[in-house]
């Protein structure tokens, strides 16, 4: 059995990480926590993850920064953004912040979990 | 003695003066005709004076007359007393009249030139016509002015009243103007020499009294804004009753002006709901950020409750978990919405008492999540006992809302300078401080939202109450902030003032203070929990 993918969730809503990290758990992930994008680098400096599910506001350093130390470092991990906020951020639209997608809160997990696998080129089994 | 006395009465040696004549008889009947004749005339002019004086009892020295006729008889008397000695020899009677004629003569004399130079100063014919033509013409300019000032009292747009003080203190109407019955409803004549409180309804009347009798206690102009109950419905106006004092200091007058107000009011509250409304959309975006939190919370603990359901797995413990979890985040919801909602009306309700720092602590509230995220160190300084909750806590008068928007509105300015700064290159700017205090000796509340955003510029820094005006991008900021603020303190009458300060550390930035009177303690109305 090969190992399970490494996810590492930003949200500094512990209560959705802890949602987020038991659903990811039940469907075979392995989950590292950080509730901001400072705890987030510092994760994936000890633990390289295969991919980021990342909230925008964060205190410290927001989801914009995160991804963009991510990229600026070459790391070219998928990038799941979610948000509350009303309008698409035409920013991160862009191609260099690419692989990534941005879904709207309330997030279904069934969508997480979709796109997730989809750009962790994993096939639609479960 | 008088042996002696006699002989001064005795006339027997003398001879009557016709024996001087010779008896010619032409030259008697000369005597004897002119004599009479100036007799005669002495005795009419005195009785012309006299008709004169009687006549004309206005006339000035008129008592002069007098003394003038009783010496012209005295004149009279004597030429007739000549024509008597032409045959009698009673010299001794002739000396005694010519005597006392002597004596009213001098009399007569010495008083006229007394009396001359006010006599002098009596004005002639001639200045009297003068006179009455420059009283005309004075008349005449009076009359202009008179239509004049009439025309103002008539066709002015402002509410103009006279009111009476009668010696008893109560109030009649004296006159009110056209515009006055105009915007009020009221009928001129039905008012015009009656008391106030026959005059007028009951309520109003109560209504209005008590500010004419401030006027007149005070023997200084009022000035107040009040809302009555009219004929022509219900009317606002700005009025300012000033005080006429009579020759004895008593005020016996109150000239009025009223200004009808009641659509710049509705104007004003507009604008402070447009800014409401601006400020709830600039809020609209943290909104649906913060809504969007416990929904997110919700689904999650749903979704993974609902798949441990449909493979078996029915831990009570875990599904108790979710439930209380789910319903913490909808109270959490349920609090945003109650914000929104209130927030969003119509703060039509009266004024109350309430604690400053409730409003205060709940604007930071609002914000303090979003303001988070953004890096921005939200502290916060209350007065201990709003933090505990004790009754001590000074009160001020208001819209507790109204305040919370005002606050809100500095704290948003706040941000965006702290933010502007930033992308300026200032990494460290980021703290907003927010204080109340209570100053009881001074009898204040005092609010201060401090920034570290680099500060104003002093030469607009004195615009920045003023309506519309705005440092931000087109789009960015209505302009009308800062001034509803202004007008909301203002109506507490209460102080909001800006002034850059120097924070240490090379750190700038903008502190606005806002100065509340407090309230003596009312505890009946007073409002602790905010709404």
């Known amino acids: 059995m090969p190992d399970p993918f490494h996810i590492l969730v930003a949200e500094d809503e512990a209560l959705a990480a802890m949602a987020l990290e038991d659903f990811l758990s039940i469907k075979g992930f392995r989950v590292t926590l950080a509730g901001d ?28 920064a ?29 191609e260099r912040w690419k692989p990534l997608e941005i879904l709207s809160k309330p997030v279904n997990p069934q969508t997480i979990l979709e796109t997730l696998r989809r750009m962790l080129g994993v096939p639609r089994t479960a | ?9 005795d006339a027997s040696e003398f001879v009557p003066h016709g024996v001087c004549l010779l008896w010619r008889p032409d030259i008697l009947a000369l005597h004897v005709g002119a004599d009479s004749l100036i007799g005669l005339s002495y005795f009419s002019i005195p009785l012309a004076l006299l008709y004169f004086v009687h006549r004309r ?49 001098l009399l007569t004399a010495v008083t006229l030139w007394l009396l001359m130079p006010r006599l002098l100063a009596l004005p002639s014919p001639r200045q009297m016509a003068e006179a009455n033509e420059a009283l005309q013409r004075e008349i005449e300019i009076r009359r202009q002015a008179e239509q004049r000032y009439s025309g103002f009292f008539n066709n002015l747009g402002e509410a103009l009243f006279i009111v009476s003080v009668r010696p008893d203190g109560q109030f009649v109407y004296d006159a009110i103007n056209p515009a006055l019955a105009r915007v009020t409803g009221l009928d001129p004549e039905r008012l015009r020499g009656r008391l106030v409180t026959e005059a007028l309804d009951p309520s109003l009347a109560g209504d209005i009294l008590p500010r004419y009798t401030e006027c007149r206690d005070g023997g200084v102009p009022v000035d107040y804004e009040e809302t009555l109950d009219l004929p022509a419905g219900r009317r606002v106006f700005h009025t300012v009753l000033v005080p006429v004092r009579d020759a004895d200091g008593r005020v016996s007058q109150i000239l009025g002006s009223g200004r009808d107000v009641t659509e710049r009011k509705r104007f004003q509250e507009d604008l402070v709901q447009t800014t409401k409304m601006a400020t709830l959309g600039t809020l609209a975006a943290g909104m649906a950020h913060e809504m969007s939190q416990p929904l997110n919370v919700i689904r999650l603990w749903i979704e993974n409750a609902l798949d441990r359901l449909r493979a078996g797995a029915t831990d009570p413990v875990r599904l108790e978990r979710t439930m209380t979890l789910v319903i913490e985040q909808t109270e959490r919801m349920g609090k945003l919405i109650d914000h929104v909602r209130t927030f969003g009306r119509r703060d039509g309700g009266g004024q109350c008492d309430f604690a400053p720092a409730g409003s205060v602590r709940s604007a930071v509230d609002l914000v303090r999540h979003q303001y988070g995220l953004e890096n921005i160190d939200l502290r916060e300084e209350l007065p201990p006992q709003a933090v505990t909750g004790g009754a001590a806590e000074l009160v001020v008068r208001g819209r507790p809302l109204q305040l919370e928007q005002v606050v809100l509105n500095l704290l948003a300015n706040a941000r965006d300078a702290v933010l502007a700064r930033r992308a300026a290159g200032d990494e460290a700017a980021g703290r907003i401080e927010v204080a109340v205090r209570d100053d009881a000796t001074l009898g204040v509340a005092v609010i201060q939202v401090t920034d570290d955003g680099g500060g104003i510029d002093p030469a607009i820094l004195p615009r920045i109450f003023d309506p519309f005006f705005t440092t931000k991008d087109v789009g960015k900021g209505s302009g009308l902030g800062l001034s509803i603020g202004y007008g909301i303190i203002d109506s507490m009458n209460g102080r909001i003032e800006a002034v850059n300060v120097e924070l240490g550390g090379g750190r700038r930035g903008v502190r606005f203070t806002i100065t509340l009177p407090v309230q003596p303690l009312a505890p009946q109305d007073r409002e602790l929990s905010h709404a």
């Not at chain 2, 008088?2 to 002989?7: D, F, H, Q, R, T």
């Open chain 2, 57 to 105: 009892r206005d006339i000035a020295f008129g008592w002069v007359a007098v003394l003038f006729a009783v010496f012209i008889l005295a004149c009279g008397t004597t030429h007739f007393f000549n024509i008597w000695t032409l045959w009698n020899a009673d010299y001794v009677t002739e000396a005694v009249i010519k005597g006392f004629t002597a004596l009213v003569s």
């Open chain 1, 66 to 94: 995160l991804i963009r130390e991510m990229r600026a470092r070459h790391v070219t991990l998928p990038v799941l953004v979610m948000t509350g906020f009303l309008t698409q951020d035409t920013d991160l639209t862009d």
């Open chain 1, 37 to 64: 994008g400072i705890e987030a680098m510092e994760r994936y400096a000890e633990d390289p993850a295969d991919a980021l599910i990342t909230d925008l506001r964060m205190p410290r350093m927001d989801g914009h």
């Open chain 2, 1 to 9: 003695m008088a042996g002696a006395l006699e002989s001064v009465w």
